[in-house]
């Protein structure tokens, strides 16, 4: 399977021109015929902490371009966006949207308490992996990739980890490592489709990338936007596993203790 990361800029709390702006870059990851196709964290809004003034209800605008865009190039659509549940809170959700009109929702599990997105934003608490012409896909969004044992948990249902992100510039070593750490320890694929330009104060770089299970990289983009490309498998993932069943020795009473 093919799969595409489109690292752009966003146009901070303006989603209809944001929506714009990505939409003849998912056309072109699209002629690529790319199965899936991963924006980043909150792509129409910027990683906002004013969800008063830009959250969308579910189902809103910007899960509906997704929606639209997925039936559309028949692909899945995968970013996040800042929305507001039935029950009146704000999340920062991420949307797998296929291309027969199905949606799956993931709530990102650790809000960033360091930019205080936890005061504006109710954490998640259930992973989500959704099955994609038998590549199991599980998503995490931008900050969920410090903590391991959410990926500890979900991989051994998982082939491939997708992670939206506003990534910014003084971490960016982190972030590029992590992406790494991931997909070795796991096993799996590991996409980081993270955003390019400036938000307020905050610089983002970009260095999105598409991960092996071995830790390779197979497509990497640094500053400036870009739609990056590489070939997938499930049974990859499996013979790497097979190879080297290093899951087998895996203990950790985290991964047990309830939520």
């Known amino acids: 399977m093919r799969v595409a990361v489109i690292q752009h800029d966003i146009i901070f709390e303006d989603a209809a021109a944001s929506r714009a702006h990505v939409t003849p870059m ?9 199965r899936v196709i991963v924006l980043t964290e909150m792509f129409a809004t910027g990683f906002s902490m004013s969800p008063e003034r830009i959250a969308e209800v579910e189902g809103g605008p910007s899960e509906q371009f997704l929606i639209d865009q997925a039936g559309h190039n028949k692909a899945w659509l995968i970013a996040s966006i800042a929305q507001r549940g039935a029950d009146g809170r704000y999340r920062n959700n991420a949307v797998v949207a296929g291309p027969d009109g199905s949606v799956g929702r993931y709530s990102k599990i650790h809000p960033f308490s360091y930019a205080h997105e936890h005061e504006h934003y109710a954490a998640g608490a259930e992973h989500l992996t959704v099955d994609i012409d038998g590549l199991r896909t599980t998503v995490f969004i931008c900050y969920d990739l410090r903590f391991a044992d959410e990926f500890w948990e979900s991989a051994p249902g998982t082939d491939l980890y997708v992670v939206p992100a506003s990534w910014p510039e003084p971490r960016r070593d982190h972030w590029r490592a992590l992406l790494r750490a991931r997909a070795i320890e796991n096993q799996a694929y590991v996409v980081g489709a993270n955003r390019v330009g400036a938000a ?9 990338a ?27 993932v499996a013979a790497v596993r097979s190879a080297f069943p290093f899951l ?6 985290n991964c047990d203790a309830p939520r």
Do not use: F
């Open 210 to 236: 598409i991960i092996d299970p071995l830790g390779r990289t197979l497509a990497e983009a640094s500053v400036g936007e870009a739609v990056l490309v590489a070939e997938v498998s499930a049974d990859t």
């Open 248 to 253: 087998a020795d895996r203990r950790s009473r």
């Open 26 to 34: 998912i056309a072109q990851a699209a002629a690529t015929n790319a």
């Open 200 to 208: 307020k104060e905050v610089v983002h770089l970009g260095d999105s």
